[in-house]
């Protein structure tokens, strides 16, 4: 009995399987893998959600948003415009800014929140807290969260709801961000028009 070894070091008897039968794979017909062509890196927008439906599948002949609660101010308007931004000066997402949208966003680490903040395991996965603007009075909010983590603002804790007033300073987790507001009494997508 003649024991023959694949390139790929299996042992096999030649008299009982013409290649190796480990492999599959005829022994005399072994290729390296060879790339289909150039190889092209894609860096990935990491400020960018993007959100599929369960599944990862629309359903068919049914509108994608049907059944979604539409913010006034994008039913007044046609579109749900930046109001402001969170931007994160401390923790492991440092660097990052979040958009801030009308009326009432909800923070936490899940990509279901409005605020995404996947950086911070600290950060409760959903409703940490919520980070309010209200059109009619021009005002930004922060409340507490649904959540057993706190917040701070300006170094205070949050029980209900604050103002929030330009470059305070918001803890959560391990996290601590800035608060850049857009809109105010200086602004106001409403009053602004196409030319």
């Given at each position: 009995m003649a024991i023959k ?5 299996h042992?096999y008897?030649p008299?009982?399987n013409?290649?190796c039968p480990w ?9 390296r ?11 990935a ?8 439906s369960?599944?990862?599948a629309?359903?068919a002949?049914?509108?994608e948003?049907e059944g979604?609660t539409?913010?006034v101010?994008k039913?007044?308007i046609g ?11 401390k ?9 801030i949208?009308?009326e009432?966003?909800?923070i936490g680490r899940?990509?279901?929140m409005d605020i995404c903040i996947?950086?911070?395991d600290?950060i409760?996965?959903s409703?940490h807290a919520?980070?309010?603007y209200d059109?009619?009075?021009?005002s930004f909010r922060?409340?507490?969260g ?30 601590e961000?800035?608060f850049?507001?857009l809109c105010?009494e200086?602004f106001?997508?409403e ?5």
């Amino acid at each position: 009995m003649a024991i023959k070894r694949c390139p790929n070091g299996h042992f096999y008897d030649p008299e009982v399987n013409a290649s190796c039968p480990w492999c599959a794979v005829p022994a005399d017909d072994v290729e390296r893998t060879r790339p289909a062509g150039p190889a092209v890196a894609h860096a990935a927008d990491k400020s960018t959600t993007v959100k599929l439906s369960p599944g990862g599948a629309s359903i068919a002949g049914r509108p994608e948003d049907e059944g979604r609660t539409v913010a006034v101010v994008k039913r007044r308007i046609g579109i749900d415009p930046v109001v402001g931004w969170l931007v994160c000066v401390k923790g492991p997402d440092r660097g990052r800014d979040y958009r801030i949208r009308s009326e009432k966003n909800s923070i936490g680490r899940s990509d279901s929140m409005d605020i995404c903040i996947s950086g911070d395991d600290s950060i409760s996965r959903s409703d940490h807290a919520f980070l309010v603007y209200d059109p009619k009075k021009r005002s930004f909010r922060i409340q507490a969260g649904l959540s057993r983590g706190l917040i701070y603002l300006n170094g205070e804790e949050v029980i209900a709801s604050e103002t929030l007033g330009a470059f305070d300073r918001i803890e959560m987790g391990r996290s601590e961000f800035l608060f850049v507001p857009l809109c105010g009494e200086g602004f106001q997508w409403e009053t602004e028009q196409d030319s």
